[in-house]
């Protein structure tokens, strides 16, 4: 089943205009060290990425290695309605519901292989008492 208008758009812009600004800093980075030649600020959120990916193959892995995470997320991902969804497929209000404690950003591109990551399981990169 497709849970669909979980969150109106308005209440997803405050984390599409973190990840613009994390865009733009990178992009102006590229840029500094003349790595491009157009930060692209008019193409706008679905394809500025990809046209600095275009110039600067493997930016968007940059953008990936970002450590903060914005309160943006923060706020979405603690949001009680997505939490509720999560409890309901795992298995109900009883079962304890965390986050991975380990952030990424991962911009898709096209025709960009780093970008293409496979099935695996995160929680290998935790402390054993995660589990």
Same mark, same amino acid.
């Given at each position: !089943?497709?849970?669909?208008? /979980?969150?109106?758009?308005?209440?997803?812009?405050?984390? !599409?205009? $973190?990840? $613009?600004?994390?865009? $733009?800093?990178?992009? #102006?980075?590229?840029?500094?060290?003349?790595?491009?030649?157009?930060?692209?600020?008019?193409?706008?959120?679905?394809?500025? !990425? @990809?046209?600095?990916?275009?110039?600067?193959?493997? @930016?968007?892995?940059?953008?990936?290695?970002?450590?903060?995470?914005?309160?943006?997320?923060? @706020?979405?991902?603690? $949001?009680?309605?997505? *939490?509720?969804?999560?409890?309901? *497929?795992?298995?109900?209000?009883?079962?304890?519901?965390?986050?991975?404690?380990?952030?990424?950003?991962?911009?898709? /591109?096209?025709?960009?292989?780093?970008? /293409? /990551?496979?099935? #695996?399981?995160? @929680?290998?990169?935790?402390?054993?008492?995660?589990?």
């Amino acid at each position: !089943m497709i849970k669909r208008d /979980v969150f109106a758009p308005s209440e997803l812009q405050p984390v !599409m205009d $973190d990840i $613009d600004s994390q865009v $733009d800093a990178l992009a #102006h980075k590229l840029l500094q060290a003349g790595r491009i030649t157009d930060v692209c600020p008019s193409l706008g959120f679905y394809r500025r !990425m @990809a046209a600095i990916e275009a110039q600067c193959p493997g @930016a968007s892995v940059l953008l990936h290695k970002n450590p903060d995470l914005p309160p943006s997320f923060r @706020a979405l991902w603690s $949001d009680p309605r997505l *939490l509720d969804i999560a409890q309901q *497929l795992l298995g109900g209000p009883s079962v304890p519901v965390a986050g991975h404690p380990v952030w990424n950003l991962r911009v898709k /591109v096209p025709q960009t292989a780093s970008s /293409v /990551v496979p099935w #695996h399981q995160d @929680a290998a990169y935790l402390d054993p008492e995660a589990a």
